[in-house]
């Protein structure tokens, strides 16, 4: 099929129109916009800046590939990002630039800050979206024992881990180790 400039694609997966075609590496590449969440490929994201433009083979649009943003391949800031989807969720991050630079399905770890009591706490992107913040020292999650002595602990600046379990040693069978 001819994917020509200004031609709308649409069917269950996708609704592009075409904004540029040429030759690269003797394959045929496609630009386009997409009419749903407005992401253009010819002006590509990377880490939130704009880089180089990105492009289909014709052969990835003949098998039906469809918006990159809209499959959450390239995160765009003003479109799938947390900072625009969730904005509820950013002040619990402690770089604000990560909430512009993934999604919530995201990965990677970030570094994340109760916004009760400025205890900061390293977690997966997606795990802190599906399961909320749960704060070590203030969260109704933990006993006031484990409260009391993760405080004392981190006031007197021990190095310590709040728990041990069979994931981190085999010795533990079933049990797990608290402090």
Same mark, same amino acid.
């Given at each position: 099929?001819?994917?020509?400039?200004?031609?709308?694609?649409?069917?269950?997966?996708?609704?592009?129109?075409?904004?540029?075609?040429?030759r690269?590496?003797?394959?045929?590449?496609?630009?386009?916009?997409?009419?749903?969440c407005g992401?253009?490929?010819g002006q590509?994201y990377?880490?939130?800046?704009?880089?180089?433009s990105?492009?289909?083979c014709?052969?990835?649009?003949s098998?039906?590939?469809?918006c990159?943003? =809209?499959?959450r391949k390239?995160?765009?800031?003003?479109?799938?990002?947390?900072y625009a989807?969730?904005p509820?969720?950013?002040n619990?991050?402690?770089?604000?630039?990560?909430?512009?630079h993934y999604s919530?399905?995201?990965?990677?770890?970030?570094?994340?800050? =109760?916004?009760? =009591?400025?205890?900061?706490?390293e977690?997966i992107?997606?795990?802190f979206?599906?399961?909320?913040?749960?704060?070590?020292?203030?969260?109704?999650?933990?006993?006031?024992?484990?409260?009391f002595?993760?405080?004392?602990?981190?006031?007197?600046?021990?190095?310590?881990?709040?728990?041990?379990?069979?994931?981190?040693a085999?010795?533990?069978?079933?049990?797990?180790y608290?402090?």
């Amino acid at each position: 099929m001819e994917y020509n400039i200004g031609i709308s694609i649409k069917d269950n997966r996708r609704d592009l129109t075409i904004t540029n075609r040429f030759r690269y590496n003797n394959k045929i590449r496609i630009q386009y916009k997409c009419n749903v969440c407005g992401y253009d490929c010819g002006q590509c994201y990377v880490r939130g800046k704009y880089a180089e433009s990105t492009s289909y083979c014709s052969s990835q649009f003949s098998r039906g590939d469809g918006c990159a943003c =809209c499959a959450r391949k390239v995160i765009v800031p003003e479109i799938n990002s947390i900072y625009a989807t969730n904005p509820e969720l950013v002040n619990y991050f402690k770089n604000i630039e990560d909430t512009k630079h993934y999604s919530i399905f995201s990965n990677k770890k970030s570094i994340f800050v =109760c916004p009760e =009591c400025g205890c900061e706490k390293e977690m997966i992107i997606s795990n802190f979206a599906k399961r909320g913040f749960s704060c070590p020292i203030c969260s109704d999650k933990f006993s006031y024992g484990e409260k009391f002595l993760y405080s004392l602990f981190t006031e007197l600046k021990l190095n310590f881990v709040k728990e041990f379990c069979k994931t981190q040693a085999d010795w533990c069978n079933k049990f797990r180790y608290k402090f």
